[in-house]
């Protein structure tokens, strides 16, 4: 698969390192990194609703979208050539907000027939991109204590847990982890 990441403003493609953007195998789908729209929301709440994530609904990323973060709203899009019809057209999302100068990451989610592909890397270095574009000195999320896998991707990206939240999530019942990575400035 290539991952490509467009700009927001020009969508473009942006200039990554290889450390940045995982090498990810050629014989995947191709997926492009770009803003979330409108038309998007139908997928992105059917992956949210697949995915164990706490449950926003259509109404509240279209009110995301309509705001100050609709910037920080980004899909992994799969390339139309390499999708078959009926097929979705998004591989995964995340959504975040900018107060003062940190980023709190809402929801990241990546549909399951992609997974241990690379492209929740893709779609978190994307947005800690974006971060630090926009001068943010830290970012936060939260993530279900028994989620091994959602740990293990955050921790490679540089975060650390540094508090417990018990009883957090309900639906079902558990704790949260928060976690935190500063940027360096």
Not at 9 to 26: F, G, R
Not at 55 to 64: F, P, S
Not at 65 to 85: D, I, P, W
Request: glycine content about 8%; overall charge negative; aromatic content about 8%.
């Amino acid at each position: 698969m290539s991952l490509t990441i467009l700009s927001e403003t020009e969508n473009k493609p942006m200039s990554l390192t290889s450390q940045t953007v995982p090498a990810i195998s050629a014989s995947e789908q191709d997926i492009a990194i770009t803003n979330m729209t409108e038309h998007d929301l139908l997928e992105v709440v059917e992956i949210e609703e697949n995915s164990g994530l706490s449950r926003w609904g259509w109404e509240a990323y279209y009110a995301e979208l309509q705001g100050n973060n609709r910037e920080l709203m980004f899909v992994a899009r799969v390339a139309n050539g390499e999708r078959e019809n009926g097929s979705p057209s998004l591989a995964g999302y995340i959504v975040a907000r900018m107060g003062a100068d940190e980023l709190h990451i809402n929801n990241v989610a990546v549909r399951e027939s992609y997974r241990r592909r690379g492209i929740g890397r893709a779609l978190l270095d994307r947005i800690l991109a974006e971060a630090t574009r926009c001068g943010s000195q830290a970012a936060y999320l939260e993530l279900r204590a028994g989620n091994s896998a959602a740990l293990s991707l955050y921790e490679k990206c540089g975060f650390r847990v540094t508090a417990r939240r018990g009883r957090y999530y309900s639906d079902p019942v558990e704790d949260a982890l928060v976690m935190m990575i500063q940027f360096e400035r």
